[in-house]
Nanobody
Framework: QVQLVESGGGLVQAGGSLRLSCAAS????????MGWFRQAPGKEREFVAS???????????????DYADSVKGRFTISRDNAKNTVYLQMNSLKPEDTAVYYC?????WGQGTQVTVSS
């Protein structure tokens, strides 16, 4: 079982940047596809970004990423397997990005971190 702890949320002005971190412990970190979701007040939780990786005998490690249309070109997901951590770099933030952001790995969820973007 994986335990997840998010950090890095806060208050930022529109156009600003934040980097969220998700530290994982427990079962082998690299076994899971990792993702970020968010939930704004009065709305359902929605997908933001995900990352998975494949190790090949000749090709080495290849990462595959996916993004919601609303964040493409502004957000970047990455992972550091050595640190058991996944990151979400958020640039050009908009007020509509305001939400609680959750880290996900298989059946495990973090407790969430608040991101507030002021106009």
């Amino acid at each position: 079982q994986v335990q997840l702890v998010e950090s890095g949320g806060g208050l930022v002005q529109a156009g600003g940047s934040l980097r969220l971190s998700c530290a994982a412990s427990g079962r082998t970190f690299s076994s899971y596809e990792m993702g970020w979701f968010r939930q704004a007040p009065g709305k359902e939780r929605e997908f933001v970004a995900s990352i998975r990786w494949r190790s090949g005998s000749t090709s080495g490690i290849t990462s595959y990423v996916d993004y919601a249309d609303s964040v493409k070109g502004r957000f970047t997901i990455s992972r550091d397997n050595a640190k058991n951590t996944v990151y979400l770099q958020m640039n050009s933030l908009k007020p509509e990005d305001t939400a609680v952001y959750y880290c996900n790995a298989g059946p495990a969820w973090g407790q969430g971190t608040q991101v507030t973007v002021s106009s």
